[in-house]
């Protein structure tokens, strides 16, 4: 008896434990937007770009539809980006960055 309710109560924690249910896209993307663009622009819904011309990426979607980024993605920015370094970035890396875009709009 005892026992059982035990292993319920384990079992429950484990499903609401985020970590273990694994990342949603939303999650991934953000992860990566801090690895990889987050040392210039702001990547979160407040905050100043470190690097102040780099545009928060919050503010993308109000220049940019989110799909037709993740078509300039697919095929690498370069445009504007003299301070950037190239960036080709895979679909699953594509679809989880826009799905934490779309958290910010
Ligand atoms: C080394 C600094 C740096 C990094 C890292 C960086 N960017 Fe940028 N990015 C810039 C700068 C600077 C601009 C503004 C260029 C301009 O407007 O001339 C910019 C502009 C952009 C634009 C707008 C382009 C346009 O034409 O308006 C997009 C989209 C963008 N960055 C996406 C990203 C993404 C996604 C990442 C991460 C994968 C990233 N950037 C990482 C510096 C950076």
Redesign the pocket.
Known sequence: MLQGALRQGLIALLLATPALAGPTAAQRGKA??R???????AIDRTSV???K???P?RS?HQ??PIET?GE??AEG?Y???????A?E?NPD?IHD?LSY?KTLE
């Open positions: 990566f937007a690895a990889n663009c987050a040392r210039c622009h770009s470190p690097l011309i780099a545009p990426l993308l220049r940019y980024l300039a993605l920015i445009t504007g980006h003299a301070d950037m370094p960036f970035l890396q960055l875009l």
